[in-house]
Structures are given as structure tokens and as C-alpha cells.
């Protein structure tokens, strides 16, 4: 017994009453103390070998077991003591009996199980990953469920309308009437579907990562005086009275491509978010290194807890559907990703009741590091001296 025990690869101890080594086998000591013998351990202790902390809860232990006759059976631990790498332990802990069957110490056997807790912990990360890869599929099925909701929706109504107004053009030019008007809403109709198709496709490069910044020194106030003059004649249709105030700004290096949708759609959501005889004003002013851009209207507002979410993509708040005021819910997450692609931050402001301000602040000085780097990732040598920069975001 004894030689079998200390030839053993098991990592086995007796100890007395005191839990003072009786014996250790070779694969304990070639675990916790190689090099020393077994004699040289007997009389000795776990404070001898290992931390106080460690020694103090194993001789509690074995206390334990001493006084009721209970083994401890397969307790896991994490060896951080042993002045080796870490590695988890199964531990049984029995009482030791004399002939009489009265308790004269412990009996201990420990095995190091580091390989199948690793196995258990990748398969544990394993299914955490399947279930999130799980949750992402989940969650595209149900966007493209909304998708296919709103293309259905977005896509019909001004095709109905156009192919519609075609055929009345083609009634009344037959009795010589003016057509202006029909030609008018063909076109507002088409634009619509454009903007849309523009607007899920510049989704879907986002979404893949491919959309790439075009920048350019750039004047934020013309940017700014186009957008008030493209909605102008929508705001008029609306009676609502659009205006513009802007200071001088410092000119600023942006893709005024994509300055100008967001633009486009912060002044377009607030026109068409406020009713007759309402007011939009867009103002724009420098600010702590910042251009502040903002749009203030009179409309219908926006309920603290549909602040956040109006970023996200589809997404539309109740007044706007109940009135059936047209859109797709595109246009602020394509709006927040520009703002962020420009290190810039857009917030809103409403009371709910009585209109909305949104307000983009956008660094008139981007850390140059940063574009430098994204330029880098999006374009090799789309360096400094070109008339554009292209910056990756994604
Ligand atoms: N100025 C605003 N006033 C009130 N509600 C707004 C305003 N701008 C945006 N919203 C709300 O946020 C939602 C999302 O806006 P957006 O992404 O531009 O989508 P869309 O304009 O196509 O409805 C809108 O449907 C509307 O409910
Ligand atoms: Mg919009």
C-alpha cells in the first residue's frame, strides 16, 4: 500500500489530528515541494508549503472533518498557491480511522482537473457565442421583417400616387387644362422613392462597413443656407415659416456630401414634424472649438422616452405615424452615424409638447491623429496635400 501510494502520479497525503503530515506521496510532492523528500515533510504542515490563507481554510477543513466524521467529497478550487501557473484542483478530504474505527487524522486526495474546467469554460464561451450569434440572427429576422413592412408601405404610396396623377395628366391634357400641378406631385413622389432607395443603401453600406468619407475644407453656412433653401418650398406647402440664422464659423474639414443629407434631414424632419403656422429655425454658431448646428421647430415634440430610440434604425414615434406624416425612420440613424463618423455628437431637445431642437456639434479641429488613421484604413495614401480624404467608418 505504502509503495503503491508513493509511486503514485496522485497527489495523496495522511495527516495526524493536528493535520501535521504523515505521509505525502511523490506526485504531491512533485505538485507542491519538488526536490524535498518525504521524510523531510513529515511533522510538517500546510503552513509550511502554502499561503497562510490557503493553509488556514484546508486546516479548517480537515478540523471540520475531524470533529463530525464527514468527508469532504470532490470540492473544486483554484490553486493560485502552489508557486505554479494556476490550476483547478478536485479535492477529497476523508477521515482517517484506527482499527477500532476512532479518528485518528485525515486522508487526502487531489487532482488536478485545469483540462476539463478549460473544456467546460470554452464550451460555456462556445454557447454564450452561439446564443449571441443566435440573438443577432433573431434580431435580422426581425428587421427584415420591418424592412419588408415598410418597403411594401414606403415603396406603394408614392408609386399609387404617381402612376395615379399620370393617368389624370393624360385625362386632362386631352381637355387642355393646366398640368403644372400633376407634374409637381409626380415629381415630389419620385423624389421620395429616391430619397428612399438613398437612404437604404447608404443603411446597408453602414451596416457592411463600406462607407467611406470624401473630405473637404468646406463652409458650413452655404451648407447650411442650401438645406434651408431645398426645404423651402415644402415649408411653405406646410405654412410653416423656415429661417436661418448663422455667425461665421471657421471653415471646417467634413464630407460636405454627407453634411448636407444630415443637414437635409434634421431640417425636412422638423418641417415636416410641425404644423401650419409653425416656425423651423436653423442656426449655426462656433462654439468651444465646435461649428454648433441646430434645428428649433414649433412641432409636434418628442416623449422623453422616444429620445433615444428615434436613432434607431425604423424606428418612428407614434405622433408621427398617427398622423400618418410619411417616412421610413431612416433618417436620424443615418444622421447619427454621419455625426459620429465626424467625431461630432448629436442631441435632442424637447419639451414634449411644445417642438424639438436637434443640435449637432461638430469639432472644428477632429484630432488630426484620428483622421489620420481612418484615412489610413480607409485609402492607402490618402494623405495630407490632396484636395479629399477618405476616412473608413463603419
Ligand atoms: N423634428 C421632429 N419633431 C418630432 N418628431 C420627430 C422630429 N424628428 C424626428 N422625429 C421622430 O423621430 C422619428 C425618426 O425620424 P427619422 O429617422 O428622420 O424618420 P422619418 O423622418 O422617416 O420618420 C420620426 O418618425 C418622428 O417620430
Ligand atoms: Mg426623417
Known sequence: ??????????????????????????GWIEAYTPGRTAEELTGKTDFDV????????????????????????????????SGRPDAWVSTTKMPLRDERGEIIGTFGIT????????????????????????????ELDRLKDEFVALVSHE?????????????????????????????????????????????????????????????RDTDLAGLAAEAVEEARPEAARN??????????????TVDPTRIAQLLGNLVSNAVKFTPEGGTVEVTLAADDGE?????????????????????ERFFRTEAATQ?????????????????????????????GE?????TVRLPLAPEPLALARRAHAGRSGGASGQPARTVATG
Open 50 to 81: 502554502f499561503t497562510t490563507d490557503h493553509a488556514s481554510a484546508a486546516f479548517a477543513d480537515e478540523q471540520e472533518i475531524i470533529r463530525t466524521g464527514v468527508p469532504l467529497v470532490g470540492q473544486v478550487e483554484r490553486e493560485t498557491y
Open 323 to 351: 398622423r400618418v406624416i410619411p417616412g421610413s425612420g431612416l433618417g436620424l440613424t443615418i444622421s447619427r452615424a454621419i455625426v459620429d463618423a465626424h467625431q461630432g455628437t448629436i442631441t435632442v431637445r424637447s419639451d
Open 111 to 138: 487532482r488536478d482537473i485545469t483540462a476539463q474546467i478549460r473544456a467546460e469554460q470554452g464550451l460555456a464561451r462556445q454557447a454564450g457565442e452561439l446564443g449571441a450569434q443566435n440573438e443577432r440572427l433573431r
Open 1 to 26: 500500500m505504502s509503495n503503491l501510494l508513493s509511486t503514485s502520479q496522485e497527489r495523496v497525503y495522511f495527516k495526524d489530528l493536528m493535520s501535521r503530515f504523515l505521509f505525502v506521496s511523490e
Open 239 to 252: 405654412h410653416v415659416d423656415l429661417t436661418l440664422s448663422a455667425t461665421p464659423v471657421p471653415r471646417i
Open 354 to 358: 411644445h417642438g424639438s431642437t436637434f
Open 291 to 311: 461649428a454648433v448646428l441646430s434645428v428649433a421647430d414649433t412641432g409636434i415634440g418628442i416623449q422623453a422616452t422616444d429620445r433615444e430610440r428615434i436613432f
Open 155 to 215: 415603396l406603394r404610396t408614392p408609386l399609387t400616387s404617381i402612376i395615379g396623377y399620370i393617368q389624370l395628366l393624360r385625362d386632362e391634357r386631352a381637355s387642355g387644362l393646366d398640368t403644372d400641378h400633376f407634374a409637381e406631385v409626380i415629381e415630389r413622389n419620385a423624389e421620395r422613392l429616391l430619397r428612399l432607395v438613398g437612404d437604404l443603401l447608404f443603411l446597408s453600406q453602414m451596416q457592411s462597413g463600406r462607407l467611406a468619407l470624401e473630405l
